[in-house]
């Protein structure tokens, strides 16, 4: 009886080291304003279109406290992965890749990919299982770029919008991607649910922890304010601090025979938008402009 009890204390005390380890790794975390030194270089490519163009030089200056961490945003307003006549963004990133040698891409994408994808003037409708196909080999694309090179990926899906058909198009993007990124165990950051109300709509406004209501959306309804923006650093900045700091590594294999392959089935992925019926949205041959 003795040697059982003194058993089950060995057991709960390595369970309180377990959980205390993990509070303070959280503790280390990357945070706005902070200070420290990182175990080893880090190189963060911040990639994607317009809103990685305001967070990615927020994320530069908010942590530049941490030594051993350099953010190079090479965001691009009006881009995404289904025009890349306009913004071929695997072969842009695979330049980077090359020249900057990141250990971290972080892609913030698919805000303006509610649209026919370049090259296939049959594939379907947005939401419809051909297009779903092509754009989740657009996905895989530049995750296995950045995987090739040695670097972990982070896929950041596209926030909640003020007009509704754009918004339930892109409700089927954010799925899309969270499913792609849960088969391929990468981090997928879920910016809709970071900047929407409980019970998913658009907000223009969020009440900081002071009780003040503040702007986090600018007019346009798509773009994001800096208080925004620190709103969704606080979803990214978990995932990229257990990366960068070295504690949780996170593993890119995936299981079964299942792999992040390019264009074909989607793997029995199914997506749904708004009311629970299966989006069919409208394309058109023009970029969107944001």
Not at 42 to 55: K, N
Not at 124 to 141: C, M, N, P, Q, R
Not at 249 to 266: A, E, F, H, L, Q
């Amino acid at each position: 009886m003795k040697q059982v009890v003194q058993r089950a204390f060995k057991w709960m005390w390595m369970a309180v080291v377990c959980v205390t380890n993990v509070l303070q790794a959280g503790e280390w975390g990357l945070k706005p304003g902070g200070k420290g030194k990182l175990p080893r270089e880090q190189r963060v490519l911040m990639a994607g279109d317009s809103l990685m163009v305001g967070l990615g030089p927020q994320m530069r200056t908010e942590l530049s406290g941490y030594s051993n961490l350099t953010f190079i945003p090479i965001g691009k307003s009006s881009s995404g992965l289904a025009r890349a006549d306009f913004y071929n963004w695997p072969r842009v990133l695979e330049e980077h890749l090359r020249s900057d040698r990141p250990q971290v891409v972080v892609m913030w994408v698919g805000t303006n990919d509610s649209q026919a994808i370049y090259g296939m003037s049959s594939i379907g409708e947005v939401g419809s299982k051909t297009w779903l196909a092509e754009y989740y080999g657009k996905i895989a694309e530049v995750a296995r770029l950045s995987l090739s090179r040695g670097a972990k990926f982070v896929l950041m899906g596209p926030p909640v919008v003020s007009d509704a058909k754009t918004d339930a198009k892109l409700a089927v993007i954010n799925k899309l991607m969270q499913r792609v990124c849960q088969r391929a165990r990468i981090p997928f950051i879920d910016t809709r649910a970071a900047l929407a109300d409980r019970e998913g709509r658009y907000c223009q406004q969020a009440r900081m922890p002071d009780g003040s209501m503040v702007p986090i959306r600018t007019p346009d309804g798509v773009h994001i304010t800096a208080a925004g923006n620190r709103i969704v650093m606080k979803r990214l900045l978990p995932d990229l601090s257990r990366i960068v700091m070295g504690y949780s590594p996170i593993t890119t294999t995936m299981r079964g025979n299942r792999s992040i392959t390019g264009r074909g089935s989607v793997h029995g992925i199914t997506v749904r938008a708004g009311n629970s019926r299966s989006y069919r949205g409208g394309t058109t041959n023009s970029p969107r402009r944001h």
